[in-house]
Antibody
Framework: EVQLAESGGGLVKPGGSLRLSCAASGFTFSSYSMNWVRQAPGKGLEWVSSISSDSSYIWYADSVKGRFTISRDNAKNSLYLQMYSLRAEDTAVYYC??????????WGQGTLVTVSS | QSALTQPASVSGSPGQSITISCTGT?????????VSWYQQHPGKAPKLMIY???NRPSGVSNRFSGSKSGNTASLTISGLQAEDEADYYCNSHTTSSTLRWVFGGGTKLTVL
């Protein structure tokens, strides 16, 4: 069974940093690209970043480019999102999702990031 | 980047059919057959319902179907059921700037 479990969310002050993790199981992690998608409270889904299976290709939304860094460790079946210079508008539930069939076919339950003083 | 355009809300009675539209540009919806649709119930993670415009993942009811014409994709739900009440999001691959994916703003489906 495919499982994705995010962790690392919490309360952080504006300008602060946070590192999210996503533990994957139930599939060959190293064979799939992965995505981070976020959802601000009461708002819609927003794609944040993607990384190819071997980390050779990385994409970012304009809203996070230069502040967020996506990475993965295929040996540990883990995906990461390092977030710097956090702003109030980064407050959201962050989901990791498997990229397959030109879609996100499996999603974690999400981790809440709150940026507030 | 601009999100894909969806109606904010649609509604229908049990047993009826509804269609949700998703309008983009030639850089996303119109340029690729990589449109997907997601269902999200309150407090839950999104669930993939349609991929590559009109394909259903295993386990998704055949009451859900997708199509595309030009820069507009559509999700049709036939034989509406109470459990279909949820938010629906379209998504497309994009080659706009250095991006990869773009979502629609979401549509709230109410089953009357």
């Amino acid at each position: 069974e495919v499982q994705l479990a995010e962790s690392g969310g919490g309360l952080v002050k504006p300008g602060g940093s946070l590192r999210l993790s996503c533990a994957a199981s139930g599939f060959t992690f190293s064979s799939y690209s992965m995505n981070w998608v976020r959802q601000a409270p009461g708002k819609g889904l927003e794609w944040v970043s993607s990384i190819s299976s071997d980390s050779s290709y990385i994409w970012y939304a304009d809203s996070v480019k230069g502040r967020f860094t996506i990475s993965r460790d295929n040996a540990k079946n883990s995906l990461y999102l390092q977030m710097y210079s956090l702003r109030a508008e980064d407050t959201a539930v962050y989901y990791c999702a498997r990229d397959n069939l030109w879609a996100s076919d499996y999603w974690g339950q999400g981790t809440l990031v709150t940026v507030s003083s | 980047q601009s999100a894909l355009t969806q109606p904010a809300s649609v509604s229908g009675s049990p047993g009826q059919s509804i269609t949700i539209s998703c309008t983009g540009t030639s850089s996303d919806v119109g340029g690729y057959n990589y449109v997907s649709w997601y269902q999200q119930h309150p407090g839950k993670a999104p669930k993939l319902m349609i991929y590559e415009v009109n394909n259903r993942p295993s386990g998704v009811s055949n009451r859900f179907s997708g199509s595309k014409s030009g820069n507009t994709a559509s999700l049709t739900i036939s034989g509406l059921q109470a459990e279909d009440e949820a938010d629906y999001y379209c998504n497309s691959h994009t080659t706009s700037s250095t991006l990869r994916w773009v979502f629609g703003g979401g549509t709230k489906l109410t089953v009357l």
